[in-house]
Nanobody, 125 residues
Framework: QVQLVESGGGLVQPGGSLRLSCAASGSTLDYYYIGWFRQFPGKEREGVSCTRKTGGIMYYADSVKGRFTISRDNAKNTVYLQMNNLKPEDTAVYYC????WGTGCSPSPDDMDYWGKGTLVTVSS
């Protein structure tokens, strides 16, 4: 069974930065692909970015390109999401999710196999 634990959320002013972490445990083949999603109040979860174990960034949502960077430290089984130049419209609960080897990254939440519990990011002055 895969466990994903997010951390690093909090309150930040517009223009500020945060780094989210997603620590994974369990079978490494079950979290070969790890993505970040976010959910706005009353909305469906949307894909933000995704990376695979061997490196490579599979996608960024248009709304975060140039501001967010995903990275992965396999020695620590951790995926990061560096978020710069944050805007109030980035306020959401951020989740990491994994998908098994042999599948692929997907921006669709329905395609992901395992989920963390989420961490709240609030961008406000």
């Amino acid at each position: 069974q895969v466990q994903l634990v997010e951390s690093g959320g909090g309150l930040v002013q517009p223009g500020g930065s945060l780094r989210l972490s997603c620590a994974a445990s369990g079978s490494t083949l079950d979290y070969y692909y790890i993505g970040w999603f976010r959910q706005f109040p009353g909305k469906e979860r949307e894909g933000v970015s995704c990376t695979r174990k061997t490196g490579g960034i599979m996608y960024y949502a248009d709304s975060v390109k140039g501001r967010f960077t995903i990275s992965r430290d396999n020695a620590k089984n951790t995926v990061y999401l560096q978020m710069n130049n944050l805007k109030p419209e980035d306020t959401a609960v951020y989740y990491c999710a994994s998908r098994k080897w042999g599948t692929g990254c997907s921006p669709s939440p329905d395609d992901m196999d395992y989920w963390g519990k989420g961490t709240l990011v609030t961008v406000s002055s």
